[in-house]
């Protein structure tokens, strides 16, 4: 069963306007959540994280929001630009068990930016 | 310039098998990882390391085994025991495997078995 589930498979934005990636969490003992993006046949590049401590981390054009009660998270890329199309990975951290730091992945986000 | 380096990019193996994937870092990390992602899929924990001599398996480690000789390696063998092997392996590596880090990832091997 997913723990980390990116319901999207593809989002289509036009350059210029807001790109909204989501990402929902079934195991409330995650406590930190990451961001990656990855283009094709590359490895995938650390993006943004954010801490359940809080509910918005902002790096430039990317931001993080956190609902901890939805166990939902949201990647908020502004403005969007055609450099941005790639696959965009939700990764959650948790202690639980024997994965303590152990990064659990949603299945990605296609995002294409057009001109 | 510090990274993860993994070979080949590309690899063939006929069907019964093994072959051996290369992961090397010199960024000092503790911690890596082996992943496999496969089309439409998330990446999926393989097998793990959080010390010199010591590894862990991960959600999906039937058909693998690790190594960790040394800090800077950590080779994956794909065996003839795994059923499904053609995919994309990605290595990483983080400082410790404590929580709030993150992982630098290699640029990952695709592994096709003809």
């Known amino acids: 069963d997913q723990q980390v589930k990116q319901n999207s498979p593809s989002l289509s934005v036009q350059e210029g306007r807001i790109s909204i990636l989501n990402c929902d969490y079934t195991?409330?003992?995650?406590?930190?959540f990451l961001w990656y993006k990855k283009y094709p046949a590359e490895g995938p590049t650390f993006l943004i994280s954010?801490?359940?401590?809080?509910d918005k981390n902002e790096d430039g054009r990317f931001t993080v929001f956190l609902n901890k009660s939805a166990k939902h998270l949201s990647l908020h890329i502004v403005p969007s630009q055609p450099g941005d199309s790639a696959v965009y990975f939700c990764a959650a951290v948790g202690d639980y068990g024997g994965s303590q730091g152990n990064l659990i992945f949603g299945k990605g986000t296609k995002l294409s930016v057009k001109p | 310039d510090g990274g993860i380096t993994q070979s080949p990019k590309y690899l063939f193996r006929k069907e019964g098998q093994n072959v051996t994937l290369s992961c090397e870092q010199n960024?000092?990390?503790?911690?890596m990882y082996w992943y496999r992602q496969d089309p439409g899929q998330g990446l999926r924990l393989i097998y793990y390391?959080?010390?010199?001599?010591?590894?862990q398996k991960g959600d999906i480690a039937e058909g693998y085994s690790v190594s960790r000789e040394k800090k800077e390696s950590f080779p994956l063998t794909v065996t003839s025991a795994q059923k499904n092997p053609t995919a994309f392996y990605l290595c990483?590596?983080?400082?410790?495997?404590?929580?709030?880090?993150?992982?630098?990832f290699g640029p990952g091997t695709r592994l096709t078995v003809l």
């Open positions: 990483a590596s983080s400082t410790d495997r404590r929580s709030y880090n993150e992982q630098f």
């Open positions: 960024l000092n990390h503790d911690a």
């Open positions: 390391s959080q010390i010199v001599n010591d590894f």
């Open positions: 954010i801490s359940s401590i809080k």
């Open positions: 195991n409330s003992m995650f406590d930190y």
